[in-house]
């Protein structure tokens, strides 16, 4: 079992940074796979970002490629998400996920309550 709390999120300006951090509890956090996930009003989840469990590969969407970086620290338990050039299309509900290396959300075990990131124009 993986508890994942998000937070970091907020209200910036386009062109900005957030860092986004999710935490988890359990002691098997450093053998999980971890993902970020995005969902906007009235879209369907979409994927952001993987990290392996080693953190040695990760992996973007296209839309967040060079602007935003996943990264993992396994002493903290924590996986983070660097997110800069922040653009108005980035505004959504963020959120960790842990089990699996897929872009399909339906992969993952455990998803953490989500932060919301709203980007102003």
């Known amino acids: 079992q993986v508890q994942l709390v ?3 999120g907020g209200l910036v300006q386009a062109g900005g940074s957030l860092r986004l951090s999710c935490a988890a509890s359990g ?3 450093r053998s999980y796979a971890m993902g970020w996930f995005r969902q906007a009003p009235g879209k369907e989840r979409e994927f952001v970002a993987r990290i392996s469990a ?3 590969s990760t992996y973007y969407a296209d839309s967040v490629k060079g602007r935003f970086t996943i990264s993992r620290d396994n002493a903290k338990a924590t996986v983070y998400l660097q997110m800069n050039s ?3 299309e ?3 509900v963020y959120y960790c996920a842990a089990g699996s290396s897929s872009r399909d959300p339906r992969m993952y075990n455990y998803w953490g309550q ?3 990131v709203t ?3």
Do not use: I, N, W
């Open 6 to 8: 998000e937070s970091g």
């Open 27 to 29: 002691r098997t956090f």
């Open 119 to 121: 980007v102003s124009s």
């Open 114 to 116: 989500g932060t919301q």
């Open 54 to 56: 080693s953190g040695d």
């Open 90 to 92: 980035d505004t959504a």
């Open 86 to 88: 922040l653009k108005p």
